[in-house]
């Protein structure tokens, strides 16, 4: 167990609906990063959030936004999505905002139909 | 831009026997860091084993290794004793010292037959 907790693990949804996932980061962690693993892109940065304010933005859809809150959660929304949106997205949290080690969660497999 | 290079779609090897997985990238820094992560089929991504580039010592993680050739830029990896566990997707990535983003490859499916 990586101590980096994400929900749903699961998510079916319909093509034009919008979701959130949610992370919550190891305890003492500010860093969360957002990662998305498709079969057709591989596995893709998406933003980056350290204590609050975003730091970094990789190859994330103007649909797509984030957020790290003041308890240090972290919520993707995903909105008007389409067929390709499907994937299993990862958060990853880490102490401060360098090189340490990433501890990844089980990600949130979503399922547009 | 950087890239990481991952040639070897498929990998399987009987238990106990070493297997060696490559990896290649492509930056113009001169500090950064290579990791090699592991998922299993539970999907979990885990960390196998991290070299700073301005280290010229190979690092080591039990079983795990990795031969960093910074000229080349390569950096493979070695697991020795393979286990049944060890079956799993191995993804080699590269992060630049001043970025904290992952740039992944594409991934090496490693099965470990009994």
């Known amino acids: 167990d990586s101590g980096v907790t994400q929900t749903p693990k699961h998510l079916i949804t319909a093509t034009g609906q919008r979701v959130t996932l949610r992370c919550s980061p190891r305890?003492?962690?500010?860093?969360v990063y957002w990662y998305q693993q498709s079969l057709d892109q591989g596995l893709q940065f998406l933003i980056h959030y350290y204590n609050g304010e975003e730091r970094a933005k990789g190859n994330i859809l103007e649909r797509f936004s984030a957020q790290q809150f003041p308890d240090l959660h972290s919520e993707l929304n995903l909105s008007s999505l389409e067929l390709g949106d499907s994937a299993l997205y990862f958060c990853a949290s880490s102490v401060a905002s360098g090189n340490e080690k990433l501890f990844f969660g089980s990600g949130t497999q979503l399922s547009v139909l | 831009a950087q890239t990481v290079t991952q040639s070897q779609p498929e990998m399987s090897v009987q238990e106990a026997e070493t297997v060696t997985l490559s990896c290649t990238y492509d930056?113009?820094?001169?500090?950064?860091?290579l990791f090699w992560y592991k998922q299993p089929p539970s999907r979990q991504m885990i960390l196998v084993i991290r070299?700073?580039?301005?280290k010229q010592q190979n690092a080591t993680e039990n079983r795990f290794s990795v031969n960093f050739q910074k000229a080349a830029k390569s950096f493979s990896l070695k697991i020795s004793d393979s286990q049944l566990g060890d079956t799993a997707m191995y993804f080699c990535a590269f992060m630049k010292d001043s970025n904290y983003q992952l740039i992944w490859g594409a991934g090496t499916k490693l099965i470990i037959k009994p």
């Open positions: 070299q700073e580039a301005y």
């Open positions: 930056t113009s820094e001169s500090n950064y860091y």
């Open positions: 305890s003492g962690d500010l860093s």
